[in-house]
Structure formats: structure tokens, C-alpha cells
């Protein structure tokens, strides 16, 4: 069973940068995709970006696309989520994901605890 711990949040001034990071663990997370949604107060969990472990293949929503990076190290069984530019309506609980079947906004299979993200104007 693959398990998933986020860390890098904080709080921040718009127009900053942020570095998140999820560590994977677990014998077959190899074969799953990773991924970083949020969820705001209010509103529903939001997908942002992809990759697959073993391609490095990645896809991104349009509202983050150009602002947010993600990337793996699989020498550190850790995906990371780089946010540049940040504004206050990304303050949200962030959450990495894993899933074996689903690329993209559908992922679902496994979820981490969350680490929260608060961007001050």
C-alpha cells in the first residue's frame, strides 16, 4: 500500500514562491501517477498538476499552468510542486494524490493528509 506525506506549506505574501513536497513510500508506488489538488473553504477539491513516475509525463489545469511546476525525484520517492507568483485565492488546503488507473483530474485512489497553503495580500 502506497502512503503519501505532504510538507512545504506555510504562510506567504502574494507574489511569492512555494515549495511543496509529498513522499511517497510503499512497494509498488513506482506504478502509480502523482498528483496535487487543493481544496479552498468552500469550494470542492481542485486538481492542478500530474506526472508519472516512470515517463515523467505531465499535465497541468489551465489555472495553474505557467505558475505551477510539478516534478519527481524518484531517488527521494518524492513528487514536488513548485508555486511561483502566488496570489491569495490559491490559499488552500493542498493534498498530493496517487493513482493507478486515472492521470489527471480523475486521480483518486490514495490521498495525503493535506498541508495548507495561505497567501496574504
Known amino acids: 500500500q502506497v502512503q503519501l506525506g505532504e510538507s512545504g506549506g506555510g504562510l506567504v505574501q502574494a507574489g511569492d514562491s512555494l515549495r511543496l513536497s509529498c513522499v511517497a513510500s510503499?512497494?509498488?508506488?513506482?506504478?502509480?501517477?502523482m498528483g496535487w489538488f487543493r481544496q479552498a473553504p468552500g469550494n470542492k477539491r481542485e486538481f492542478l498538476a500530474a506526472i508519472t513516475w516512470n515517463s515523467g509525463l505531465t499535465t497541468y489545469a489551465d489555472s495553474v499552468k505557467g505558475r505551477f511546476t510539478i516534478s519527481k525525484d524518484n531517488a527521494k520517492n518524492t513528487v514536488s510542486l513548485q508555486m511561483n507568483s502566488l496570489k491569495p485565492e490559491d490559499t488552500a488546503v493542498y493534498y498530493c494524490?496517487?493513482?493507478?488507473?486515472?492521470?489527471?483530474?480523475?486521480?483518486?485512489?490514495?490521498w495525503g493528509e493535506g498541508t495548507q497553503v495561505t497567501v496574504s495580500s
Open positions: 494524490a496517487a493513482d493507478r488507473r486515472h492521470f489527471g483530474a480523475s486521480m483518486d485512489d490514495l
Open positions: 510503499g512497494r509498488t508506488f513506482s506504478t502509480y501517477a
